[in-house]
């Protein structure tokens, strides 16, 4: 696991190392100073700890421009005040930890930001046994039953197989939603949504059952928090 962690003061930066070190005794870890240095350095991280308040580029801008070349980095940024929680969540961060830092709290941060990372590197797929057909799942958009049949929506075509739903949806990854009996959708090819359908990113809709549109609106934020891509 390769992590970085960048702050401009020397006491935290060295403190953080120290705690991820502790925790994480096999992965590589990298401290900068400030986020030019980050970027400068050209490397790719699976995990960057991020201190917000910096001389020179802030964090915020430090990670808009790490997100334009390592899109699957998982942030967590580390500040003393609330005051940038929402800009955070704008870059998709996974967590926003406040200073002081909480032992306990740094330790679960840490722990479920390395299973994002592990997950994020996994190459997720599908495979319909029907047609022995293996279907890398980040290029579905979705999925619909048409009766004893279903369509699978992919970037490039449609595939038409015979499969049940559930099946399906016990294979897919946490970033698929089942929206409604007869469609599960890929929350990272979503481009709008309401109380009654779900827009994907090639203009079809996907019924939303209106029971469910509370669930999926908390599902799809948290997706989005931890990592996932909004195409809204």
């Given at each position: 696991?390769?992590?970085?962690?960048?702050?401009?003061?020397?006491?935290?930066?060295?403190?953080?190392?120290?705690?991820?070190?502790?925790?994480?005794?096999?992965?590589?870890?990298?401290?900068?100073?400030?986020?030019?240095?980050l970027?400068?350095?050209?490397?790719?991280?699976?995990?960057?700890?991020?201190?917000?308040q910096?001389?020179?580029?802030?964090?915020?801008?430090?990670?808009?421009?790490?997100?334009?070349?390592?899109?699957?980095?998982?942030?967590?940024?580390?500040?003393?005040?609330?005051?940038?929680?929402?800009d955070?969540?704008?870059?998709?961060?996974?967590?926003?930890?406040?200073?002081?830092?909480?032992?306990?709290?740094?330790?679960?941060?840490?722990?479920?930001?390395?299973?994002?990372?592990?997950?994020?590197?996994?190459?997720?797929v599908?495979?319909?046994?029907?047609?022995?057909?293996?279907?890398?799942?980040?290029?579905?958009?979705?999925?619909?039953?048409?009766?004893?049949?279903?369509?699978?929506?992919?970037?490039?075509?449609?595939?038409?197989?015979?499969?049940?739903?559930?099946?399906?949806?016990?294979?897919?990854?946490?970033?698929?939603?089942?929206?409604?009996r007869?469609?599960?959708?890929?929350?990272?090819?979503?481009?709008?949504?309401?109380?009654?359908?779900?827009t994907?990113?090639?203009?079809?809709?996907?019924?939303?059952?209106?029971?469910?549109?509370?669930?999926?609106?908390?599902?799809?934020?948290?997706?989005?928090?931890?990592?996932?891509?909004?195409?809204?």
């Amino acid at each position: 696991m390769e992590i970085a962690v960048v702050d401009d003061e020397k006491a935290i930066r060295e403190y953080i190392c120290g705690l991820v070190e502790e925790q994480q005794p096999e992965s590589r870890i990298e401290a900068y100073a400030t986020g030019e240095e980050l970027l400068i350095s050209g490397k790719q991280f699976d995990i960057v700890f991020l201190d917000i308040q910096m001389e020179g580029m802030n964090g915020i801008e430090t990670a808009r421009s790490l997100r334009e070349k390592q899109g699957d980095t998982v942030l967590v940024f580390i500040t003393g005040i609330k005051d940038y929680v929402f800009d955070a969540l704008d870059l998709y961060a996974f967590q926003y930890l406040l200073k002081p830092i909480d032992e306990d709290k740094f330790a679960e941060v840490l722990k479920r930001a390395v299973r994002e990372a592990v997950r994020k590197k996994e190459r997720r797929v599908l495979f319909i046994k029907s047609r022995n057909l293996t279907l890398d799942q980040s290029e579905i958009l979705y999925i619909e039953s048409r009766a004893k049949k279903v369509e699978i929506h992919t970037v490039e075509q449609t595939i038409e197989i015979y499969a049940a739903m559930d099946e399906l949806e016990g294979q897919l990854g946490e970033e698929f939603y089942r929206c409604h009996r007869a469609y599960i959708v890929n929350m990272d090819c979503i481009t709008e949504y309401d109380s009654e359908s779900i827009t994907l990113t090639n203009g079809d809709r996907a019924y939303l059952t209106k029971k469910k549109y509370g669930e999926f609106v908390k599902t799809y934020m948290w997706h989005l928090q931890n990592g996932g891509i909004s195409s809204v």
